[in-house]
């Protein structure tokens, strides 16, 4: 047996108990969900676990979540016998701040920097375990590993400190005992040792929650002699249609699976009948997280087999430039052993792939239809990975370029697709005309423009990194060159104040000498010097040859060369 050993807190986490201590943030409920999402969480993995390897030492035969109330003691447990933790996983999972939501929160948390601000952020992200300590004073977890014969106790009254000691009497799974807060009188809402709050709270966020919820212990009602009674109807959501169950139900399945504490900007259900079944319940979320980017992102939906939980992060059922869905899909004809590896050969996993694609993207095109401002905020969040598409899936090019949505010239804030761009295109126009940039103002500056704008031709603003590319792999659009404006030689047309052709042979001798002296002077920075009428103020702009690199493209690779 180990002594109790007493750790600090790392700094960001005190940082964030600082803050749940002291919390106004009005609602509190919703720790009850965080603790019985990462109870359900452990049940999930220990039934995989046992699934994966039969000799694991663990009761699977009754998995299950446990609330306790004790009024006396004024506490509230949690409990499941799920996967457990070991006593360095305590310590990692629980004692630091490890994934990727806290981590998040804790940088706008800097930003936000004042108490009103912090306040809006706990309802935006949540902190999962650490909620408790918005309504307890002291948080007791005691834990057994599936597997392994010794516990782990952790305590701690989130000032700075907490315990570990090991426990030979813990049983499997983990319990979470909240020391609660002294009722608030003017808020008997806030009594969390009441039965009918409790129920109330479990109904209202946690109903979906495939495990049963069991009130034990003091209910309240009756003598108790029926056993414990389940709060939950576990009725999976996403085998259910569509009108027998409300937004906030779906937008509750939607945090659990998503770790996100913001409701969703979009839901989308599909049911696939015939000889390869299943159903899905995807949903876009309304923030893009910030590791979108990062190689290791983790993306993907949760993999379900007849309503048993398989994976997380299942990526093999939507393209990466879809990484941003979150959701769920329920197949009935896929074993119960189905691996990573197995998935990625499966061809009904392609094809579940196809179909969930063209879903997901004509539900966009819809939302694109029906709401604008919805939509709005989708493309600002999500565009320039959807923009990867356009790139990498040739197959659904077309159904990506009627949502895709540039700014440019003639609008202020709104956006066009291409298709928009063509409608009110002049007669006589042969081309779409963009430009790239990092950013608008940069490009509206940019000499190349001058032409466009004194003849009033739109030209799209791209200021993606990705933009470069999809618009070279793209090419055309219903038989109209995409063509940048920086690029090449370009024949606007003659406007009427501009010169005739003697005129420009003159001109082109009165600066022969000024031309021959500058290609000298510049020989190792350019190919040519050459007149252009597609200045009108600035005297001189870089231009790159039809087949050249853009500026910017040039310049990222620089950033990233020797
Ligand atoms: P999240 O659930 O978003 O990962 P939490 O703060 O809610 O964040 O939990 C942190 C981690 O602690 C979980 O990822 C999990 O590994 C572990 N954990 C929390 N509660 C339990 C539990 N009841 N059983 C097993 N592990 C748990
Ligand atoms: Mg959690």
Redesign the pocket.
Known sequence: IMPTETFEFQVEARQLLQLMIHSVYSDKDVFLR?LV???S??LDKLRLAKLRDDSLDADVSDLHIELEIDKDARTLTVR?N????SYDEVGQ??GTIA?S?TAEFLRELREAQDGAGAEGLIGQFG????SGFMVADEVTLL?RRAGERQGTRWTSRGEGTYTLETADDAPQG?S?TLHLKPADPDNRLNDYTSVWTVKEIVKRYSDFITWPIRLVGETGDGDGAAGPETLNSMKALWARSRDEVSEEEYHELYKHIG?DWREPLETIQLNAEGTFEYQALLFVPSHAPHDLFNQNFKRGVQLYVKRVFIMDDCEALLPPYLRFVKGVVDAQDLSLNVSREILQQDRHIAMMQRRLTKKTLSSLKAMRANDAERYATFWREFGAVLKEGLITDPDNRDALLAVASFTTTHEDGATVTLGQYLERMPEGQDAIWFVTGESRESIDNSPHMEAFRERGIEVLLLTDPVDEVWVDAVGEYEGKPLRSIAKGEIDLGAREEDRSEGEREQQAEEYAGLLGWMRERLDEEVKEVRLSTRLTVSPACLVADANDLTPALENMYRGHGP
Not at 82 to 85: A, D, E, P, R, W
Not at 127 to 130: E, P, R
């Open positions: 965080e999402s990462n109870a969480d452990a499941d799920g996967v457990g933790m999972l629980i994934h939501g902190v999962g375990f650490y834990t983990t979470v770790h």
